[in-house]
């Protein structure tokens, strides 16, 4: 066995459908008395549920609601945010949304040290992880700080239901490129490892549910599951390519976040199946037996991958996305501006394959 270190991160997970309806008693427990609550313009519904669950509480005041997170947390919204989140005396935040809403928690943790309760309502894993980004003009600056990790993370799938059919599944594929990168990570550990299998194993399972029904409670619960394991993963570990093209895509071009991560995984990992053929044999047991005409024989880890999209009707090009040849040849310059920790070296001519199949969708075969 290789050797490894392990240093799980803090925090309370509560999990279950429903469970929404503790976040007075959750909040209360962090010492939140003032709690600002943030959320996207569309879910402001949403907060309206967590208002009135507050307000059935003695311990826990809504100090404010700020309705204009966005994704890629602009700095303008951050400054914003940052600066009424203390005049109006909040000592919390409570988001409520994906991973644009998380983020901006973050970004006000990060300057102010207020403790976050997290109620995730995509796959993203961001309420996981003590990673924090925010774009200034031009730029996307990433970095980790034990701040920004949430303490408490609320998971519910009941509010997951409203999440649309095409967003769940290229959600969840995001989830899972987390997990698929933990496993060959040269940080990567045992405990880790489980999680990364049964995490792809769970959202492998649910998605195609929840393609015919995104009202499946059981589904949702069990692509939730999957999303927490898979956010732990890339939480504990470091990503490799297929996060560094994914952040150059979606920076660069401003690509939709999910949907990117869904048609560069596969090739990404096609592009290291041979230099990690443990971690590419447990993607392969996790995605399970192929299912499809698509997929006849026994899928590789990167086929099964493509065909969990290509079947459950996600994207499978980057050209679909707008995407021009002429970007692809700028994204193949940036991808090798830095060298970092990938199974496999990064090398020009690969890469270039990697990039162009991704661009026309084309099934890896490997
Ligand atoms: P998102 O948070 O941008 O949400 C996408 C859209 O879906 C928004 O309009 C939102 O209002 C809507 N939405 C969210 N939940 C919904 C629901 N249940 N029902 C209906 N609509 C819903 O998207 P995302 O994919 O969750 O997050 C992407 C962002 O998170 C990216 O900026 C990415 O970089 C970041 N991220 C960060 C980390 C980290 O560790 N820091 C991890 C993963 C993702």
Same mark, same amino acid.
């Given at each position: ?18 469970? %929404? ?18 959320? =996207?313009?569309?879910?402001? &519904?949403? =907060? ?14 809504? #100090? ?84 920004? @990790? ?6 519910? +799938?009941?509010?997951?239901?409203? %999440? +649309?059919?095409?967003?769940?599944? =290229? ?5 899972? #490129?987390?997990?698929?990168?933990? @496993? ?34 059981? &589904? ?6 999957? #999303? ?36 560069? %995984? ?19 047991? !996790?995605?399970?037996? !192929?299912? =499809? ?21 996600? +994207? ?18 940036? #991808? %090798? ?17 990697? @990039? ?11």
């Amino acid at each position: 066995m290789k050797s490894f270190a392990y240093s799980p991160l803090p925090g309370c997970v509560v999990f279950g459908a429903g469970r %929404l309806r503790e976040v007075a008693k959750e909040a209360a427990a962090l010492g939140i008395r003032r709690a600002l609550i943030l959320c =996207t313009p569309e879910q402001r &519904a949403l =907060t309206e549920q967590v208002v009135s669950l507050l307000a059935d509480s003695s311990s826990v005041a809504v #100090a404010g609601i700020f309705d204009k997170a966005l994704m890629h947390v602009p700095i303008e919204t951050v400054r914003e945010a940052r600066a009424l989140a203390q005049e109006w005396g909040a000592d919390g935040a409570i988001t409520l949304g994906g991973g644009s809403t998380t983020g901006l928690g973050k970004a006000i943790a990060l300057a102010s040290g207020l403790p976050i309760l997290a109620i995730p309502t995509t796959y993203a894993g961001s309420e996981m992880t003590p990673i924090y980004g925010i774009t200034e003009p031009g730029l996307k600056k990433t970095g980790r700080d034990p701040k920004v @990790l949430p303490r408490t993370v609320i998971y519910d +799938p009941e509010l997951t239901l409203t %999440l +649309p059919a095409g967003l769940s599944i =290229t959600s969840g594929i995001n989830a899972i #490129a987390h997990a698929v990168e933990g @496993l060959y990570a040269p940080d990567a550990n045992p405990v880790n490892s489980l999680m990364a299998e049964e995490g792809i194993a769970a959202l492998a399972k649910a998605l195609p549910v929840l393609r015919k029904d995104v009202n499946d409670l059981e &589904a949702r619960s069990q692509a939730l599951y999957g #999303a927490w394991l898979c956010g732990s993963v890339l939480g504990h570990v470091g990503m490799g390519l297929h996060h560094k093209l994914c952040h150059t895509l979606g920076g660069t071009f401003n690509l939709p976040h999910a949907e990117t991560h869904t048609i560069v %995984l596969p090739h990404a990992v096609a592009y290291n199946q041979a230099f990690a053929p443990e971690a590419m044999a447990r993607v392969a047991r !996790a995605l399970g037996p !192929a299912k =499809t005409p698509n997929s006849m024989n026994a899928a590789s880890a990167a086929q099964g991958l493509f065909d969990l999209a290509a079947d459950n009707g996600a +994207p499978t090009s980057l050209q679909s996305l707008g995407l021009t040849q002429a970007d692809l040849a700028h994204a193949l310059d940036l #991808a %090798l501006q830095n060298q970092y920790p990938n199974p496999r070296p990064l090398e020009r001519e690969a890469l270039q394959a990697l @990039l162009q199949d991704a661009f026309e969708g084309r099934r890896p075969t490997v």
